[in-house]
């Protein structure tokens, strides 16, 4: 029996193959509850408190929607800025403090292995909303959800990570995740972006195969799927490096024709210039599908860390 109740979402490799296939589960029964009806009382008095130190769309506003679809409540910081933050508070007595109020902190924060640190000083469950270039566990979750519904199945699947595989966290909690399932996988990126060791050599030591390479094309002919991420602008100390990489991958018709193949497109969002938009009419463009996801993702995470399922 899988259980996550009570327990932290900190990282990529916290899971098991059975847990992914249960979160799978609950995530399945709840968007079919959720055709049915708006919202569902399986969270009712539960609050849950969102913590972000770095700017979000789809990871806060997801987790806002998952909980009160679930029937919980919702409180945030707003912005950095308006909370005492502003005034020197460390990271450590602001979760001390929030976890005065709520039930569960969602934490989003520059500083790779904050969740575990935050974790570390309250009872209440905390949820890696990303750490810095460390790791998106939930993303990660929802990649995979988003991967089987479109492909149909988890086996046998060869993927392309492609852009910046070095500061992305989404990438880094994805292959942790995917190497479960024995996929093969590309890293495509320039070669000041590879994929850290620390991840390559997770795989290595899973035996899961993987080819590095900075040539896009060569590595979507040989994928079912794609997962391109965007240049992290934010994380480069020189940004003349950041000019001289960006651009460096683009999917557009042209690409889509010379490929010659069906693809499944994948990004976690937001784009730049990854993917352009005229690509989004595209069948296999799946990526605001799995914005959507997130939401029964968390949902499921959130029902199965309160014991409802
Ligand atoms: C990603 C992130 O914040 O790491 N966005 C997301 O959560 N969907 C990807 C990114 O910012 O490029």
Redesign the pocket.
């Known amino acids: 029996m899988v259980s996550l109740k009570g327990k932290d979402i900190l990282h990529g490799n916290q899971f098991s193959k059975k847990d992914i296939d249960a979160i799978i589960k609950v995530a399945s029964e709840l968007e079919k509850e959720l055709k049915k009806k708006d919202s569902l009382n399986l969270l009712k008095g539960k609050i849950l408190a969102t913590l972000f130190y770095?700017p979000?769309?789809?990871?806060r506003l997801s987790f806002e929607a998952a909980m009160q679809r679930l029937g919980g409540g919702i409180i945030g910081m707003g912005s950095v800025e308006s909370s005492s933050v502003a005034k020197g508070e460390t990271l450590a007595d602001t979760v001390r403090t929030v976890s005065q109020y709520v039930d569960v902190i969602v934490l989003?924060h520059p500083r790779t292995g904050s969740a575990k640190e935050a974790a570390d000083v309250t009872p209440i469950p905390v949820i890696n909303?990303?750490d810095g270039t460390g790791q998106?566990p939930t993303?990660a979750l929802l990649d995979i959800y988003t991967i089987k519904k479109e492909t149909g199945s988890l086996k046998n699947l060869t993927i392309a990570m492609v852009g910046?595989l070095k500061n992305?966290?989404?990438v880094h909690a994805l292959a942790e995740v995917l190497s479960l399932f024995g996929a093969r996988l590309y890293f495509v990126s320039p070669d000041s972006l590879r994929m850290p060791a620390e991840i390559t050599s997770h795989l290595k030591a899973k035996k899961i195969g993987f080819v590095e390479t900075e040539d896009m094309m060569e590595a979507a002919a040989a994928s079912d799927l794609v997962y391109m991420?965007?240049i992290?602008k934010e994380r480069f100390s020189d940004l003349s490096e950041y000019e001289r990489v960006k651009g460096s991958y683009i999917i557009n018709e042209e690409f889509l024709k010379r490929l010659k193949k069906k693809i499944t497109i994948l990004h976690?969002?937001?784009r730049v210039d990854e993917i352009n938009p005229e690509v989004d009419a595209y069948p296999g463009a799946a990526y605001f599908r799995q914005v959507r996801n997130?939401v029964f993702i968390r949902m499921a995470l959130l029902t199965m860390i309160f014991g409802k399922r």
């Open positions: 770095e979000s769309t789809r990871t989003r909303a990303g998106h993303q910046d992305g966290r989404t991420t965007r992290q976690p969002l937001p997130g």
